[in-house]
């Protein structure tokens, strides 16, 4: 294992294996405290030109080396990722808020795609399929798809870029990444890392910006960026998918949700409620698989609600760096904004405050856990993603009523279950219109599944096998006079 690395804060951007400043820049702040961590440099477009030049200057050698080296080179990185687990894990807390043990935990799941990848570099395989004539044979060859830009959000500052970079530097490509302008030092530090490992120049490359749009332009516009990894809210895919295709430029897009939770009368009545906690409160609510509406069915409702309002009662609100804090700030007041807005907008239509519904008396940005019941599907809860602490219950009667609310929304990326009756799951499972659906479980990402969404929470997958073919383009070569 490598020594940990002295300090991994940097305040520099990273472009083509040099650390670049700049004469403006901007601060990045700790939300539990309001104070400046650091200034980080204000890039544009021009600077966004250079890492592109040094991604594709860096190209045809990264993709020559042997996958075995690109995967040695992946995997020093993933050690070094590891052995500085708990500097990483400070920092991500400093700029993200988030309760240091989640950080723990988000940095080992980032460093699992680097490992994953690692492995899987060395598997990637064309085929050979039988030819359209006796003197013909078709060769099926699978190429790095070329330089990549990654733009990724605050809320996984780390494990959101290397589900992105672990698969396509395994695949032969260099990247071009924009890390959210909330969260950029987690960033810097991974590319610190690599940096160490030995990656080459201009293979991963990192521009901080306080305003993304001008580079987020120049990523999705340059013919010489070949695909375009978004993380982010659906209205900026949406846009940037728009972008793209001027230059016909690939894209994987990984959007917002509005996950339900469908709790059955036949559920076992402690795991659901537990698995109601792990899937809506971790990062304060503020994960794109969140739960977002919890669906119960009549005969299980009242129980529910007594006893997630009793588990919600135990969660401790405050600085994520206290080792028994669970909720974290919200990442800046138009967090606090969306959340107030969507209580008082359900209170307004009769929704029921069962527990929290303020700010915290911690003040900032910090917001009491909150449950609201009887909610309705008239109420903004329903069709937005609130992205905070709010649990609204809707109540429900049979399966195909819980089938129909579930899917009434313009997302579909995850979705939970909880029942025993193995026909229900089944039918349920096939009847709901998502990426991902776990059944009796509240957590589900891992770098062995294919992690996406389909409807308005996105195009293509990352994780598995699956994650590393969004970076490889099939070349069909047609050998004939044979
Ligand atoms: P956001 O869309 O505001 O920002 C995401 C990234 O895009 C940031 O780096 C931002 O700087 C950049 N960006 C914003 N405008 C841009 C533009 N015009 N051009 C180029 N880049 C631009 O989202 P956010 O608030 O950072 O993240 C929260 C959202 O992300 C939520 O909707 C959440 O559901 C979603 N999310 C989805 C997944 C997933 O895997 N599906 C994972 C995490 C978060």
């Known amino acids: 294992m490598s020594q940990p690395t002295p300090n991994i804060l940097t305040d520099r951007a990273y472009i083509g294996g040099e650390w670049r400043d700049s004469e403006r820049r901007f601060a990045v702040t700790d939300p539990a405290t309001g104070e400046c961590l650091a200034q980080v440099p204000d890039l544009g477009a021009d600077e966004a030109r250079d890492a592109i030049a040094a991604a594709e200057a860096a190209w045809p050698q990264w993709r020559r080396r042997p996958a075995k080296e690109r995967a040695s080179l992946l ?44 492995e899987e570099a060395k598997r990637i395989a064309g085929e050979t399929l039988p030819g359209h004539g006796a003197d013909k044979r078709i060769l099926v060859m ?6 990549v830009a990654a733009i990724t959000p605050w809320n996984f500052p780390l494990a959101m870029i290397t589900r992105k970079c672990a698969p396509a530097l395994a695949a032969g490509c260099p990247v071009v990444i924009k890390p959210a302008e909330a969260t950029p030092l987690t960033a810097l530090a991974l590319a610190k890392l690599a940096d160490d490992a030995g990656l080459p120049a201009g293979v991963i490359n990192v521009l901080t910006a ?27 895919g949406k846009r940037l998918l728009a972008q793209c295709a001027e230059t016909v430029k690939k894209a994987s897009l990984e959007l917002g949700g509005n996950a339900p939770f469908v709790v059955f009368d036949d559920a076992d009545l402690d795991a659901a409620v537990e698995g109601a906690i792990a899937s809506k409160f971790r990062n304060s609510g503020q994960t794109c698989v969140c739960t977002n509406r919890f669906l119960v069915q009549d005969g299980i409702y ?175 070569v047609c050998m004939g006079g044979l």
């Open 210 to 236: 306080e305003k993304p749009a001008e580079i987020g332009h120049v990523l999705t516009t340059d013919p010489r960026v070949r695909k375009v990894s978004f993380t982010g809210s659906t209205p900026v």
């Open 302 to 476: 009242d129980a529910f609600i007594a006893r997630f309002a009793e588990r919600i009662a135990e969660l401790k609100v405050g600085n994520g760096l206290d080792d028994d804090v669970t909720q974290g700030p919200l990442i800046n007041t138009a967090a606090i904004d969306k959340v107030q807005a969507h209580i008082a907008d359900a209170r307004s239509k009769g929704a029921r405050l069962v527990c929290g519904g303020e700010p915290h008396a911690l003040g900032g940005t910090f917001f009491q856990p909150t449950l609201l019941a009887d909610v309705t599907e008239d109420m903004h809860v329903a069709r937005e993603e609130t992205f905070g602490p709010v649990a609204p219950v809707f109540r429900f009667t049979d399966e195909a009523q819980a089938i129909a609310m579930a899917n009434a929304t313009e997302f579909g990326l995850a979705a939970y279950v909880y029942a025993r009756d193995y026909r229900r799951i089944w039918q349920v499972m096939e009847g709901l219109e998502y990426g991902m659906v776990a059944i009796n479980e509240g957590l589900l990402s891992t770098e062995l599944a294919p992690f996406g969404g389909i409807k308005e929470s996105g195009l293509g997958r990352e994780g598995s096998h699956h994650g590393l073919e969004e970076y490889t383009e099939l070349k069909y």
């Open 142 to 147: 699978r190429e790095p798809i070329g330089v």
């Open 75 to 118: 995997r020093a990185w993933f050690e070094r990722v590891m052995t500085n687990r708990e500097a990483l894990a400070q920092l991500m807390t400093l700029e993200q808020g988030k309760p240091i043990a989640e950080s723990r935990g988000e940095v080992a799941y980032g460093a699992s795609f680097i490992e994953y990848y690692a």
